[in-house]
């Protein structure tokens, strides 16, 4: 298992972050307006935290892959 370096808890997972846009369909009918969920769009994956701490471990996917992963001690 993975151990944060900034608090020295076990890892087994981490928090990440990232930006979503919803997207709806507007409409007006008899003056009244609707609001329908049609999609949501994921952005990039953001930062990655400690669960414990929560402070940022990780910007890049594969960096916390290879965290997790055991192949890389964090730095």
């Given amino acids: ?12 997972h981490l928090r990440n972050y990232q930006s979503v846009v919803d997207v709806f369909l507007f409409t007006v009918e008899s003056g009244e307006e609707h ?4 999609d949501k769009i994921a952005g990039e994956a953001g930062d990655f935290e ?8 990780f910007t890049d996917t594969a960096e916390a892959i290879a965290f997790l992963s055991g ?3 964090l730095k």
């Fill in 50 to 57: 400690c669960p414990e701490c929560q402070n940022v471990l």
């Fill in 1 to 12: 298992m993975a151990i944060c370096r900034l608090c020295g808890a076990t890892v087994e």
């Fill in 35 to 38: 609001w329908e969920e049609y």
């Fill in 71 to 73: 192949e890389e001690a």
